[in-house]
Nanobody, 126 residues
Framework: QVQLVESGGGLVQAGGSLRLSCAAS????????MGWFRQAPGKAREFVAT???????????DYADSVKGRFTVSRDNAKNTVYLQMNSLKPEETAVYYC????????????????WGQGTQVTVSS
């Protein structure tokens, strides 16, 4: 069993930045691949970013095309926490942002994830 708690959401102006956090408990965090997804009103949940465990001192990371160059996913295994730094935010990126976890390879597919947090609301105003 893995429990995930997201935080860091809030209201930000277009072009601004937010840093989301996802704290994990109940399992060995360093062995988990983590993902960030978001769901806007009336829309399906969509992939944002994913990060795997350390391999050779580096972390594999993957991003949706829409956020490449603006968002950065990272993790701190000592704190059992994954982060999503979001820069140059756009109003259309207003959504509930969810953190997910799985025990194998990183994935951009929602159904591959076994555990989910409650989500944190991000509102980008114009």
């Amino acid at each position: 069993q893995v429990q995930l708690v997201e935080s860091g959401g809030g209201l930000v102006q277009a072009g601004g930045s937010l840093r989301l956090s996802c704290a994990a408990s109940g399992s060995t965090f360093s062995s988990l691949a983590m993902g960030w997804f978001r769901q806007a009103p009336g829309k399906a949940r969509e992939f944002v970013a994913t990060i795997g465990r350390s391999v050779g001192g580096t972390y594999y990371a993957d991003y949706a095309d829409s956020v490449k160059g603006r968002f950065t996913v990272s993790r701190d295994n000592a704190k059992n926490t994954v982060y999503l730094q979001m820069n140059s935010l756009k109003p259309e990126e207003t959504a509930v942002y969810y953190c997910g976890a799985r025990r194998y390879l990183p994935s951009r597919y929602e159904l591959d994830y076994d555990y989910w947090g409650q989500g944190t609301q991000v509102t980008v105003s114009s």
